[in-house]
């Protein structure tokens, strides 16, 4: 290139050259403060440690800017050592089974002087019923047909009963919890007691019933009538827990008296069966359909 022309060229460049420089020139100097937090079990205010705690950035920062993270110790305390100017974080965990429940949001420009407690939840990803017990979640397996065909002998009373047989039931143990994930589920679900009929059960069509189980109907010794039987739900010992349009009930099972429950929404086709707290009898025989005449 000719000397004489270079200085020129440089001259006319510069305008055009600064913009496209100077992000890379600042992007990594926009780090301005830091944020620690400890979380802890929502249930029992233990730490949680080795959980993964990222900070999402809700507004245009710097893209080297948008995601920090942080681990937490044995002490639950993490730490994210290197927050945006002009960045606000929200927090999550990488873990989808674990919610973190009014956690702060992370002014990326100040620095944290003392960790901030936060409670982390463990539950379901998605709506439904599950078991907790020592922090692991378990499937409710037991679920069973639902039959309203037959009515007690002189009455107008629907006989609700279990159309296929269940020999066990998923259990909720002293120190276990049935979650129920969803507001919509919160809102209709029913837990009504199973409630064992060794002896013959005779409907008002004539049909017949024996060794079954009816749900929320305890029939007498002759088979020919019935009175309802209900379970209240100690709320007291209910644990709710909101974040964001979800609703999470932790219900113990102190919560209501020991026995099998069945667990269903108005009108619902099937139901779940579980055992909370220590059974007080064999298990609930198999069921058979009613004979016909």
């Not at 907790?132 to 639902?146: E, F, H, M, P, Y």
């Not at 209900?230 to 979800?246: P, Q």
Request: aromatic share 6%; hydrophobic share 40%.
């Amino acid at each position: 290139m000719n000397a004489r022309l270079a200085p020129r060229l440089v001259t006319r460049l510069a305008p055009l050259l600064a913009p496209a420089l100077l992000p890379l020139l600042i992007g990594g100097c926009s780090t301005a403060g830091s944020f620690q937090g400890k979380l802890v079990d929502g249930m029992s205010g233990t730490p949680r440690a080795d959980i993964v705690v990222l900070g999402r950035a809700k507004d245009n920062a710097d893209l080297a800017c948008q995601i920090v993270e942080g681990k937490t110790d044995a002490a639950g305390v993490f730490t994210f050592a290197k927050t945006c100017k002009g960045a606000t974080y929200t927090l999550e965990v990488k873990d989808k089974t674990m919610l973190l429940v009014d956690a702060p949001t992370v002014d990326g420009t100040l620095t944290s002087t003392a960790p901030v407690e936060i409670k982390a939840w463990r539950g379901p990803s998605s709506d439904g019923l599950s078991t907790l017990r020592d922090d692991k979640l378990g499937s409710i397996a037991s679920r069973t047909l639902l039959r309203r065909d037959e009515k007690v002998k002189g009455t107008e009373t629907v006989a609700l009963f279990p159309k296929e047989k269940f020999k066990t039931s998923t259990a909720v143990t002293d120190g276990g919890y049935l979650v129920v994930a969803g507001k919509d589920l919160n809102g209709k679900l029913q837990m009504v007691p199973v409630v064992p009929s060794p002896g013959v059960v005779t409907f008002e069509s004539g049909n017949t019933l024996e060794n079954h189980a009816f749900i929320g109907l305890k029939f007498a010794a002759d088979g020919l009538s019935a009175e309802p039987v209900t379970a209240t739900l100690d709320e007291s010992l209910v644990k709710t827990v909101k974040h964001g349009d979800r609703v999470l009930r932790y219900i113990p099972a102190a919560a209501l008296p020991a026995g099998q429950y069945a667990l269903f929404g108005e009108g619902d086709k099937e139901a779940f069966i579980v055992q909370l707290g220590a059974p007080a009898a064999e298990p609930t025989a198999a069921a058979t359909p009613p004979a016909t005449p």
